[in-house]
């Protein structure tokens, strides 16, 4: 394993030009996240209180789903992480908070 990496051992799948079941998760995650980014336009364009709290319980079943067919993948070795470096991590935040400051000072 790299040493910059967090991950797992990666679970064997028939490779080949048949789907694999890599092939049908991979697809299911980006079906989910597909559904869950259309969900909160439809969330964000509700006609009513009830129809948003409608759709907001769907999306967040919808992020779940897609989360746990991310977690079942990153457990079978098909995805991986690498640590963030604290400098970059620091750079974000510095770069976050000057932006958060100037919409402040817009109001």
Do not use: H, V
């Not at 049908?24 to 980006?30: A, F, G, K, Q, V």
């Not at 969330?43 to 746990?68: I, P, V």
């Amino acid at each position: 394993m790299n040493q910059n990496k967090i991950e797992n051992p990666k679970t064997p799948y028939e490779e080949g030009l048949e789907m694999n079941d890599k092939d049908y998760l991979n697809s299911i995650l980006e079906l989910e996240k597909n559904l869950s980014n259309n969900t909160a336009i439809a969330l964000d364009e509700a006609s009513n209180g009830e129809l948003y709290e409608e759709f907001f319980t769907m999306l967040e079943d919808l992020k779940d789903a897609a989360r746990e067919c991310y977690d079942l993948a990153f457990r079978l070795g098909w995805y991986s992480l690498e640590p963030a470096e604290e400098e970059k991590i620091n750079e974000k935040l510095t770069c976050l908070e000057e932006q958060l400051e100037t919409l402040e000072s817009e109001n």
